[in-house]
Antibody
């Protein structure tokens, strides 16, 4: 079974940093582009970042550009999101999501990890 | 920026009845080079990650019951649940990609409940 298992997250003060991880099992991460999507408390879904399999092409939402960095280690079947200069409005559950290879749809999702930015 | 508007925000439907959710985009999801609409639908139950139901506007993901169907083209799309079951209580989101670099945008969500 294809799975994405997330770790990282937690409580951080405004201006701080956190790193999220997402480990794939059941399939080779190297075969897929990957995404991060977040969901603020009681709100809808917001796409955050996209990285292709080779890491040569990366896209970010305007709301996180310049503060968040997505990366991957295909040898470790792992995806990462480095979040710097965190703001209160970054508080959300963060999901990693696999690209379905059909035009930017998300066919498998991690369980989500909570990030809380508060003083 | 692309804006996706779902309607209604919520609806209550009796078991076995039809539920219809609409999604309107400010930009066309149709790509003539691929002859496809890049519009997807997701279901999210409380405390769970979203689940892909429909891609290319009308193609059901593997394992999704056939009571779920998608339709539409261009900027106007619909998700229909033909006979609502108790396990269909959830929030439903549409999602589209547009442009280069791509903007991947979700609608605001529609909550479906049992009447």
């Amino acid at each position: 079974e294809d799975q994405l298992v997330q770790s990282g997250g937690g409580l951080v003060q405004p201006g701080g940093s956190l790193r999220l991880s997402c480990v794939a099992s059941g399939f080779p991460l190297s075969d897929y582009s990957m995404n991060w999507v977040r969901q603020a408390p009681g709100k809808g879904l917001e796409w955050v970042s996209h990285i292709i399999s080779s890491s040569r092409t990366i896209f970010y939402a305007n709301s996180v550009k310049g503060r968040f960095t997505v990366s991957r280690d295909n040898a470790k079947n792992s995806l990462y999101l480095q979040m710097d200069s965190l703001r209160v409005e970054d508080t959300a559950v963060y999901y990693c999501a696999r690209d379905g290879r059909r035009g930017y749809d998300f066919d498998h999702w991690g369980q989500g990890t909570q990030v809380t930015v508060s003083s | 920026d692309i804006v996706m508007t779902q309607s209604p925000d919520s609806l209550a439907v009796s078991l076995g009845e039809r539920a219809t959710i609409n999604c309107k985009s400010s930009q066309s999801a149709f790509y003539s080079s691929k002859n496809k609409n890049f519009l997807s639908w997701y279901q999210q139950k409380p405390g769970q990650p979203p689940k892909l139901l429909i891609y290319w506007a009308s193609t059901r993901e593997s394992g999704v019951p056939d009571r779920f169907s998608g339709s539409g083209s261009g900027t106007d799309f619909t998700l229909t649940i033909s006979s609502l079951q108790a396990e269909d209580v959830a929030v439903y989101y549409c999602q589209q990609y547009y442009g280069t670099p791509p903007a991947l945008t979700f609608g605001g969500g529609t909550r479906v409940e049992i009447k």
